[in-house]
């Protein structure tokens, strides 16, 4: 059975502002290996995919966090979290898409002229567009996981099988001895805690 997490005891349940300037200064302390924990659990997976989308390499998208990591150990301290800014997220961004554009300069700049080269630092439109949706993603996908400690592991496991597995109701309910008001109870509070997670992380 998955331990149950109070929603009160959680951080990830507060408001957005509060939870991620809490996190920020938590991991200025280097000694703070729960804080980094956190951290890399919800922004590593971004940082990697966002590369990825980009067009790089496996190998390239783990340089590319790497250098990220590396630029955030030495930026952070010195990181006003103004909102008025753009927060963290715009920060988180522009770090990261610098390192891609850099990177994918080194890349293709045997191969494309100047005017090229103008395109790819400039497109901002599109690589806006795809660090809302890796965001988004990856906060979705976090707070999925952060609902399922907050649940039962049969109603987790439920809500997984119907959403991910895509099983029908009654397979549900054959496979882990539930009826099928049990399992549509299960999808709903997975669902409400998501939602309620979402909007306190990604607003």
């Known amino acids: 059975m998955r331990q149950k997490i109070l929603a009160t005891a959680n951080p990830i349940l507060m408001n957005n502002d509060t939870t991620r300037a ?20 919800l922004y590593a997976p971004l ?13 390239d998208a783990e340089d590319v966090r790497s250098k990220c990591y590396e630029a955030i150990v030495k930026q952070l301290p010195h990181f006003d979290y103004n909102l008025q800014k753009g927060g963290f997220k715009a920060w988180l961004r522009t770090l990261v898409n610098r390192r891609v554009v850099d990177l994918l300069r080194q890349r293709r700049d045997i191969f ?4 090229e080269l103008v395109q790819l630092a400039g497109d901002d439109a599109t690589a806006d567009q795809l660090w809302e949706e890796q965001w988004r993603q990856q906060h979705l996908r976090h707070c999925v996981q952060q609902a399922g400690l907050q649940v039962s592991e049969q109603s987790y496991q439920a809500f997984r099988m119907l959403v991910d597995e895509q099983c029908s109701v009654s397979e549900v309910c054959q496979r882990l001895g539930l009826n099928p008001n049990q ?21």
């Open 22 to 41: 809490s996190l920020l200064i938590r991991i200025k302390d280097p000694r703070n290996t729960q804080a980094w924990a956190e951290f890399h659990d």
């Open 47 to 59: 940082l990697y995919r966002y590369a990825r989308a980009r067009g790089l390499s496996h190998e």
């Open 112 to 115: 494309l002229d100047t005017h």
């Open 183 to 203: 399992v549509y109870k299960a999808k709903s509070q997975v669902l409400a805690l998501v939602r309620d997670l979402m909007q306190a992380t990604v607003s």
